[in-house]
């Protein structure tokens, strides 16, 4: 059968690749299975009750899961096959935030998973008229269910009328609107058809490593990103494309218990979280003291000369493998076949690193507007430092300027209701602007340098490309968050978020008082000279122009609840000089 649409692809699966377990999700300590039958039985009920409810196709229907579940699964399928319009919506944006997406969606009903979301969502329920309902996964007392839809939906004798609906769907038609935080101002509403995403599965699979002696049947994936996330959702129709079982992880926090339980074999992962996950290997290694220690450090040295990706050789390098290697791919289950990287770049040290303890990780780049991948690494075409070479099926062009721009079937249709900002977004010739600025190189592979947008002038006319810097000071174990600053100014600065935790224990090791709340480590004068001699190694790596001058340390953690970050976790650049513009005015010896 040809895939077409996104709801293909279930039916595609039960076809091929019929399972026990094609969605697993914990509830009350216990992984509840759902076979590839159940599935597609409960979302032909969803499409019934919601036809039964006056629901029609071009509508708008709102999905918000604190951490993605089966029923975000159920409902997602169950919504496209009769043209509804699915908008899913991130758990931890701000009030107004929904309340400016469900009146500029005109969105209907609402699905939410929580008590605290559904609180989030009735806060502001009255200013907006076209909800007619909400409708949570949990049960919670005095709310209306999701089940009820079921219910509604029980009886199958209208299960012609969902036919003929999904007949009728054509692949170029609305599928999905994801409105993307930005870093800057209102949410943008991002328009995919179903030929967007499926082009863009389609074209990703062969990028995707298989086992010859894997069994389809006995295949995990462990999701824990937000579902609501394009990247996240164009794997999670992927793996289901390719026959694998979709384990959802119950939170950021439980991501060391379940990879245990489910031994994954995929994951996709964001680099804030590969390098989380290095601060824990470290920690562990270098506090276990004694003969440990030492072998963690001689291997870690082992490997940190390696330039290049190669198998353990040597003596040496099959002991290190033995005793320091293969706890780390324990640590991850023991079974992962390779890590997917996305949503921003990927330190190249603890890239190669990874890669050398055994833990494959394929770095690929894209954005929402491109449904998401543009390019990606294979196991037979990679190449560390890059984000792989272009899916077959697109077009990149990197214009005189330096940016990419990028042609083809997965790039959206348009921003929802701002006909003149999509204008905007593309060349005369029809090519999507990304914003970021790279160049493609001898061997085909993309290199991105910098967000356009991001980079800046200093007063000396010389241009600063900043997240280049940041990614290379974030190595540091001192430092969580930086942001180099120096706009219009003479030379860059940095504001920097110590890593507290790791401060904290520095501090004990060496008998130095620098306090225990945020606020009184970030006045520590020996905190801050240490972190000095951090950016003074980086420094040495940058020309004279690109060199950090000063920093000062802030005195709070840099958030998504604060506004300092974004869902993805990039840096809301405007709103952290803003709040710490004290800071700021200090390095630059402003006087207001």
Not at 313 to 324: H, W, Y
Not at 452 to 460: A, D, L, N, Q, V
Request: some cysteine; proline content about 4%.
């Amino acid at each position: 059968m040809t895939i077409k649409r996104l709801f293909d692809i279930p039916y595609y699966a039960l076809d091929q690749f019929p399972k026990t377990d094609m969605f697993v999700t914990k509830y009350q300590g216990e992984w509840k299975k759902t076979s590839t039958l159940e599935f597609i039985s409960q979302g032909n009920k969803i499409s019934r009750g919601l036809l039964k409810l006056g629901i029609k196709p071009g509508d708008k229907i709102a999905l918000i899961t604190t951490n993605s579940r089966t029923e975000w699964a159920v409902m997602d399928f169950g919504l496209s096959q009769i043209g509804v319009v699915s908008v899913p919506v991130y758990p931890s944006i701000s009030a107004e935030d929904y309340e400016f997406i469900f009146n500029n969606a005109e969105i209907q009903y609402c699905f939410v998973s929580d008590k605290e979301l559904l609180g989030k969502v009735m806060k502001v329920k009255h200013n907006i008229p076209s909800l007619q309902g909400i409708f949570t996964f949990d049960n919670i007392s005095g709310a209306a269910n999701w089940k009820e839809i079921l219910d509604l939906g029980e009886d199958d004798s209208t299960q012609t009328e969902v036919e003929d609906l999904s007949n009728a769907i054509n692949s170029e038609d609305l599928a999905t609107i994801i409105y993307t935080s930005g870093t800057t101002g209102k949410p943008k509403g991002v328009m995919l058809t179903h030929h967007n995403i499926v082009s863009n599965v389609l074209g990703s699979v062969p990028r995707i490593p298989k086992k010859k002696s894997l069994d389809y049947k006995d295949t995990r994936v462990l999701s824990f990103l937000p579902i609501c996330h394009i990247f996240e959702r164009m794997l999670f129709y992927l793996f289901q494309y390719n026959g694998f079982s979709i384990y959802f992880a119950e939170s950021i926090d439980k991501m060391g218990e379940n990879v245990k339980e489910v031994k994954p074999h995929y994951m996709s992962v964001v680099p804030r979280l590969v390098e989380k996950v290095y601060d824990k290997i470290y920690n562990t290694g270098s506090s276990a003291g004694g003969i440990k220690s030492k072998i963690f450090f001689w291997a870690l040295n082992l490997i940190s000369k390696k330039k290049e990706i190669s198998k353990p050789s040597g003596l040496q390098g099959i002991i290190a493998d033995k005793l320091v290697f293969s706890k780390w791919r324990e640590g991850l289950g023991g079974e992962i076949i390779t890590l997917v990287s996305g949503s921003a770049a990927l330190s190249t040290r603890l890239n190669l690193m990874f890669q050398n303890a055994g833990i494959p990780i394929l770095e690929g780049y894209g954005l929402t507007e491109t449904s998401p991948v543009i390019s990606v690494n294979s196991f037979d075409k990679m190449k560390i430092g890059t984000v792989g070479r272009p899916l077959d099926n697109l077009q990149v062009k990197i214009q005189e300027d330096g940016e990419i721009t990028v042609k083809g079937p997965s790039v959206f249709k348009g921003y929802f209701k701002a006909e003149e900002m999509t204008r905007e977004t593309f060349t005369e010739d029809g090519f999507f602007k990304t914003g970021d600025i790279g160049h493609i190189d001898s061997e085909g592979f993309l290199q991105i340098t910098d967000r356009k947008k991001e980079m800046f002038k200093t007063s000396g006319g010389k241009y600063i490309a900043p997240q280049t810097i940041e990614n290379q000071a974030k190595a540091s174990k001192f430092i969580e968050q930086i942001m180099v600053v120096g706009d219009g100014e003479k030379m860059p600065c940095a504001l920097v978020q110590p890593d507290f935790e790791f401060a904290k224990s520095w501090a004990m090791r060496n008998n130095i008082n620098i306090g225990s709340t945020p606020a009184e480590i970030a006045k520590s004068p020996e905190l801050k000279e240490r972190i000095e001699k951090e950016i003074e190694s980086i420094n040495e790596h940058l020309g004279n122009w690109e060199k950090i001058k000063k920093i000062e340390l802030t005195p709070e953690v840099w958030a998504i609840d604060t506004g300092l970050l974004t869902p993805t976790l990039k840096l809301k650049r405007k709103a952290i000089k803003e709040k710490f513009m004290d800071l700021y005015n200090k390095m630059y010896e402003h006087h207001e």
